[in-house]
Nanobody, 124 residues
């Protein structure tokens, strides 16, 4: 497992933007597929986006496609989630997670390492 720490959450108005960061410890960060998940109030945790170890491959949930961008800087051991045009439905605790699975996966069960989460609240 790899320690992960998220930051960058906060309160933003509808249509605003936030950038979440997730810092990892260790020397093997580029080996990990990274994912962002979120848990809205009273709901199950859901997949948001994922990125390959190299950063060349990404995938998004339909609900955020075109508004969110996942990226990573392997030299800084950090993965980012740029969130634009935020909507009230984006309000959630956002988690980053790391996986060593050989194939891309959207299932949280395939990510054994998790951060503590960061709250994003979008007000209307």
């Amino acid at each position: 497992q790899v320690p992960l720490v998220e930051s960058g959450g906060g309160l933003v108005q509808v249509g605003g933007s936030l950038r979440l960061s997730c810092a990892a410890s260790g020397r093997t960060f580029s080996m990990y597929r990274m994912g962002w998940f979120r848990q809205p109030p009273g709901k199950e945790r859901e997949f948001v986006a994922r990125i390959s170890g190299s950063g060349r491959s990404t995938s998004y949930a339909d609900s955020v496609k075109g508004r969110f961008t996942i990226s990573r800087d392997n030299a800084e051991n950090t993965v980012y989630l740029q969130m634009n045009n935020l909507e009230p439905e984006d309000t959630a605790v956002y988690y980053c997670a790391a996986s060593l699975r050989a194939v891309p996966t959207d299932s949280e069960n395939d990510y054994p390492s998790w951060g503590q989460g960061t709250q994003v609240t979008v007000s209307s």
